[in-house]
């Protein structure tokens, strides 16, 4: 697929702005090996602490799942279905089973939640959210790629017990991660006057 075009081809622009507006979800079937390596994870990471953080809670966390331990995590999520769910087919629980092993990293993000007088819980999760794809652009931005997808296991306790949230934290998303085909998707993004207006009071 062709590079999306540069949404402000005359402006002088630094790399660090330029590889934000490159980024793109890769489709967890287009992620391969080699996934990132502990030190490109710690990088990640350390981006995601850099979002804004009020009250310097610190609520971002991230659990890496790998290697044969996705084989493991998908048998809990197709458990955790079928106790949702008695009905549910065979088949639909194989693809339940099957989906950590996508791509060669699944990364459960999520927001640990405290209770605080001044800081709200949704306020924990935005400062959560905003670290989730700062550690995203940060591994886009060294090569790879990642998908941010969700499922209703996120809201599933037996699922949270297993990755070692508490109940009241907050499991915000799965991660796919990988190094992407060489043809990744770029798709065309709209322009940027859609998403800004100047105010004018009455």
């Given at each position: 697929?062709?590079?999306?075009?540069?949404p402000?081809?005359?402006?002088?622009?630094?790399?660090?702005?330029r590889?934000?507006?490159?980024?793109a979800?890769?489709p967890?079937?287009q992620?391969?090996?080699?996934?990132?390596?502990?030190?490109?994870?710690?990088?990640?990471?350390?981006?995601a602490?850099?979002?804004?953080?009020?009250?310097?809670?610190?609520?971002?966390?991230?659990?890496?799942i790998?290697?044969?331990?996705r084989a493991?995590?998908?048998?809990?999520?197709?458990?955790?279905?079928?106790?949702?769910?008695?009905?549910t087919?065979?088949?639909?629980?194989?693809?339940?089973r099957?989906?950590?092993?996508?791509?060669?990293?699944l990364?459960?993000?999520?927001?640990?939640?405290?209770a605080?007088?001044?800081?709200?819980?949704?306020?924990q999760?935005?400062?959560?959210?905003?670290?989730?794809?700062?550690?995203i652009?940060?591994?886009?931005?060294m090569?790879?790629g990642?998908c941010?997808?969700?499922?209703?296991?996120?809201?599933?306790l037996?699922?949270?017990?297993?990755?070692?949230?508490?109940?009241?934290?907050r499991?915000?998303?799965?991660i796919?991660?990988?190094?992407p085909?060489?043809?990744?998707?770029?798709?065309?993004?709209?322009?940027?006057?859609?998403?800004?207006?100047d105010?004018?009071?009455?």
């Open positions: 697929m062709p590079e999306a075009p540069f402000l081809a005359e402006a002088p622009v630094n790399e660090a702005v590889a934000l507006l490159a980024r979800s890769v967890p079937r992620l391969h090996d080699p996934a990132p390596d502990a030190a490109a994870l710690s990088l990640a990471v350390a981006a602490a850099r979002a804004p953080d009020h009250g310097w809670l610190r609520p971002w966390r991230f659990v890496g790998q290697g044969e331990d493991k995590f998908g048998d809990l999520l197709a458990q955790a279905m079928q106790a949702r769910a008695p009905d087919p065979e088949a639909r629980l194989e693809l339940e099957l989906k950590p092993l996508r791509s060669p990293l990364v459960a993000a999520g927001a640990a939640i405290r605080h007088p001044k800081i709200p819980a949704w306020e999760e935005a400062t959560a959210a905003a670290g989730i794809m700062n550690f652009n940060a591994l886009d931005a090569g790879f990642c941010w997808l969700s499922s209703p296991a996120l809201q599933d037996s699922i949270k017990a297993a990755l070692g949230f508490a109940e009241t934290d499991l915000l998303g799965w796919y991660v990988g190094t085909e060489a043809e990744r998707p770029r798709p065309e993004r709209p322009a940027p006057q859609g998403f800004w207006r105010w004018q009071p009455a």
